[in-house]
Nanobody, 115 residues
Framework: QVQLVESGGGLVQPGGSLRLSCTASESIFRINVMGWYRQAPGKERELVASITTAVTINYADSVKGRFTISRGIAKNTVYLQMNSLKPEDTAVYYC?????????WGQGTQVTVSS
């Protein structure tokens, strides 16, 4: 069982930045894929960014060039740096951890982009 705790969400104006953090209960090097998803009201949960143990990174087209996923110096932390935020980025952001036979989720953190 992997426990994930997100932090760093909040209210930001359009064009602003936020950095989300995800702390796992074990080393992320033992987790095949760490990811960030988001879910806006009335919409399905969607992948925002992911990073594998081999540091293969993927981004949703809607966030390419604005968001950056990275691993922290601590071996159990993943970040999502979000720049040039837009109102359509407003959502609950979830951290995920995928192992061969299991998928784990954090509790989510709210990001609201509004003036």
């Amino acid at each position: 069982q992997v426990q994930l705790v997100e932090s760093g969400g909040g209210l930001v104006q359009p064009g602003g930045s936020l950095r989300l953090s995800c702390t796992a209960s074990e080393s992320i090097f033992r987790i095949n894929v760490m990811g960030w998803y988001r879910q806006a009201p009335g919409k399905e949960r969607e992948l925002v960014a992911s990073i594998t143990t081999a540091v293969t990174i993927n981004y949703a087209d809607s966030v390419k060039g604005r968001f950056t996923i990275s691993r922290g110096i601590a071996k159990n932390t993943v970040y999502l740096q979000m720049n040039s935020l837009k109102p359509e980025d407003t959502a609950v952001y979830y951290c995920s951890a995928r192992k061969p036979f299991s998928l784990y989720w954090g509790q989510g953190t709210q990001v609201t982009v509004s003036s």
